[in-house]
Structure formats: structure tokens, C-alpha cells
């Protein structure tokens, strides 16, 4: 099993910049694929950003050249580097791990954190 806990997020103008991180514990880390979902009220949980265990990234259409995600496996840390903030980002971001396991069966990511409420202001 692995535990994931975000941090990074807060108040933020529009144009601006904040970097999210993941911390995650408990297992072999390098052999999960990690993602940041975010959630805006009265949203969907939707896909920001991916990096799977190879680090071939993926990222939502309306999201490429703003974030960035990256990984350190040594750290055992995940980041969402994200520029050009806009109020439309605001949301709760979640990092997200998928496991081997899962990963065989096809399933989507099964480890979760609690979360990191971003907030723009225009």
C-alpha cells in the first residue's frame, strides 16, 4: 500500500503561479503510475495530469503548457508545477496512485489523498 499527502496549495491571483506536492510512503513508489485529479464544487473529479512509472507524462488538452507534473522517485514525491493560474482552476487537487496490481487488471488509480484546496481569485 501506498499513503499519499498533498501540500502546496492556498490563495493565489489569477496569472499566478503554485506548486503542488505529493508525499507518498509505505511501499515501492517507483512502481506506481501518480496523477493529480482535480474537483471543483458541483464537478466531476477530473484527470489534470498523469506521469506513469516509466515517467511518459499526460496531461488534460486544456491544461497542456500551463502545469507540469513531474516525479522523484527517490523523494518519493509527485509535483504539479501550475503557471498562469486562472479562477477557473480553482478546485480541491488530489494526488492519486495507481498500484501494479491495478495497473494489471486495467482498473483505474486506487490510492488517494486527502486532498489541497487551490484557490484563484480573479
Known amino acids: 500500500q501506498v499513503q499519499l499527502v498533498e501540500s502546496g496549495g492556498g490563495l493565489v491571483q489569477a496569472g499566478g503561479s503554485l506548486r503542488l506536492s505529493c508525499a507518498a510512503s509505505g511501499s515501492i513508489f517507483s512502481t506506481y503510475d501518480m496523477a493529480w485529479y482535480r474537483q471543483a464544487p458541483g464537478n466531476q473529479r477530473e484527470l489534470v495530469a498523469a506521469v506513469t512509472r516509466s515517467g511518459t507524462t499526460n496531461y488534460a488538452d486544456s491544461l497542456k503548457g500551463r502545469f507540469t507534473i513531474s516525479r522523484d522517485n527517490a523523494k518519493k514525491m509527485v509535483y504539479l508545477e501550475m503557471n498562469s493560474l486562472k479562477p477557473e482552476d480553482t478546485a480541491v487537487y488530489y494526488c492519486?496512485?495507481?498500484?501494479?496490481?491495478?495497473?494489471?487488471?486495467?482498473?483505474?488509480?486506487?490510492?488517494w489523498g486527502q486532498g489541497t484546496q487551490v484557490t484563484v481569485s480573479s
Open positions: 492519486a496512485g495507481r498500484s501494479p496490481l491495478a495497473r494489471f487488471q486495467g482498473g483505474n488509480y486506487d490510492y
